[in-house]
């Protein structure tokens, strides 16, 4: 299993620009999220999915979109990048069910808006 | 919805020194606990989990009893190596729709000195 990948490592963009960051998973997991991770603040929920057409808003979601098309992806997409969303971006997946499962992280991704 | 106290950070110690981390939670239902850790440059991973009342979960030397009726969830380890520098998170999860989603504390940052 590869478990959760995402790509680029890497990115940097200029404001207005828009990207998609991708992720993928291969454990069949129903749930997946987006999280971003800003100094002292921890992480934070952007969107996440609880099976595939299905999404939902966490706690930041502005200026972000998502689509669930299928169970292993869950791409992030940027609409109009801005100087604010310059973060370290993680995606999670877990089972869904009774019990509140574990979440598997991916690497995540260093975004930089100029 | 839930969420989490942790101690600031950040922590620092020398090797083999006693670790405590305080975390509180206040959630909907019975959530499952859970502490994951961030070591540098890295995503997250679990480090340990309780599921219920009174259980304790521990891995790497690492333990954390869950506490329902103070709503605790600290985590110990008894003598930390230079390797524990990381930043940990506690996290709860319920179950179902928003609140199955993995809140996480602001991270606690772990120094430890030869």
């Known amino acids: 299993n590869a478990g959760v990948t995402q790509t680029p490592k890497f990115q940097v963009l200029k404001t207005g620009q828009s990207m998609t960051l991708q992720c993928a998973q291969d454990?069949?997991?129903?749930?997946m999220s987006w999280y971003r991770q800003d100094p002292g603040m921890g992480l934070r929920l952007i969107h996440y999915s609880v099976g595939a057409g299905i999404t939902d808003q966490g706690e930041v979601p502005n200026g972000y979109n998502v689509s669930r098309s299928t169970t292993e992806d869950f791409p992030l997409r940027l609409l109009s990048a801005a100087p604010s969303q310059t973060s370290v971006y993680f995606c999670?997946?877990?089972?869904?069910?009774?019990?509140?499962?574990?979440?598997?992280f991916g690497p995540g991704t260093r975004l930089t808006v100029t | 919805g839930n969420s989490v106290t942790q101690m600031e950070g950040p922590v620092t110690l020398s090797e083999e020194a006693f670790l405590t981390i305080n975390c509180t939670y206040t959630?909907?239902?019975?959530?499952?606990l859970f502490w994951y850790v961030q070591y540098p440059g890295e995503g997250l991973q679990l480090l340990l989990k309780a599921t219920k009342a009174d259980d304790k979960g521990s891995n790497k030397g690492f333990e954390a009893t869950y506490r329902k009726e103070t709503t605790s969830f600290h985590l110990e380890k008894g003598s930390v190596q230079v390797s524990d520098s990381a930043v940990y998170f506690c996290a709860p999860r319920s179950y179902g729709g928003s609140q199955g989603n993995l809140i996480f504390g602001k991270g606690t940052k772990l120094s430890v000195k030869p």
């Open positions: 454990m069949n997991h129903e749930y």
């Open positions: 959630a909907t239902g019975y959530p499952s």
């Open positions: 999670a997946s877990s089972y869904s069910g009774s019990l509140p499962y574990e979440q598997y």
